[in-house]
């Protein structure tokens, strides 16, 4: 199985200031149909997951800009250009390359400093 | 829009059963292969089984292997679950979804 781990599972975050997510996996996402399906979900507190972006890259509907994702291979990050309030709550990339299983991160927790 | 509406969880003892079901709107149900990922209190999401857009494969994690059966019923546009031999570690959340889309998740408790 795809182990995916990410860092830091704690990021505490200044209102109006950049915040960046880590996440690795342990062996390359890259599909042989060339995509690369690698997820980032966003979960508030009380609700569940969101869809932020999926292959590395794409932002799904109505995310908000200040939301990307790059890397390639083994790494990717997740940045928030600029933390708004409604942006705390746990992130988690998911790996959909090697399946089954599904696998995802173990989640970084958001909150404002 | 996209609905995922699930049901059926509730309080059950170690050993028991249980059926959940999840009914789907918004989309054209057969072009998808859906997914039950579930968490556990306080803890990540665990991926959990998914059934082919066609229901002809079927994939479980190691957790639930034999224990747990997938299953859709296209004329109706659900999705089911059921969850035998349950044990104290699948207390959880268990939520239906598409990956771009997720219903509310439907709580299910094992415990004595």
Not at chain 1, 40 to 67: A, E, H, M, T, Y
Not at chain 2, 29 to 51: C, M, N, S
Not at chain 2, 53 to 81: C, E, M, P, W
Not at chain 2, 84 to 107: K, M, P, V
Request: net charge neutral; charged share 15%; hydrophobic share 30%.
């Amino acid at each position: 199985d795809v182990v995916m781990t990410q860092s830091p599972l704690s990021l505490p975050v200044t209102l109006g200031q950049p915040a960046s997510i880590s996440c690795r996996s342990s062996q390359s996402l890259e599909h042989s149909d060339g995509n690369t399906y690698l997820n980032w979900f966003q979960q508030r507190p009380g609700q569940p997951p969101r869809l932020l972006i999926d292959k590395v890259s794409n932002r799904d509907s109505g995310v908000p800009d200040r939301f990307s994702g790059s890397g390639s291979g083994t790494d990717f990050t997740l940045k928030i250009s600029r933390v708004e309030a409604e942006d705390v709550g746990v992130y988690y990339c998911m790996q959909g390359t090697h399946w089954p299983p599904w696998t995802f991160g173990q989640g970084t927790k958001v909150e404002v400093k | 829009q996209v609905q995922l509406v699930e049901s059926g969880g509730g309080a059950v003892q170690p050993g028991g059963s249980l059926r959940l079901s999840c009914a789907a709107s918004g989309f054209t149900f057969t072009a998808y292969g859906i997914h039950w990922v579930r968490q556990a209190p306080d803890k990540g999401l665990e991926w959990v089984a998914v059934i082919s857009h066609d229901g002809r494969n079927k994939n479980y994690a190691d957790s639930v292997k034999g224990r747990f059966t997938i299953s859709r019923d296209d004329s109706q546009n659900a999705l089911y679950l059921q969850m035998n031999s349950l044990r104290t570690e699948d207390t959880a959340i268990y939520y239906c979804t598409i990956f771009s889309h997720w219903g509310l998740g439907t709580l299910v408790t094992v415990s004595s």
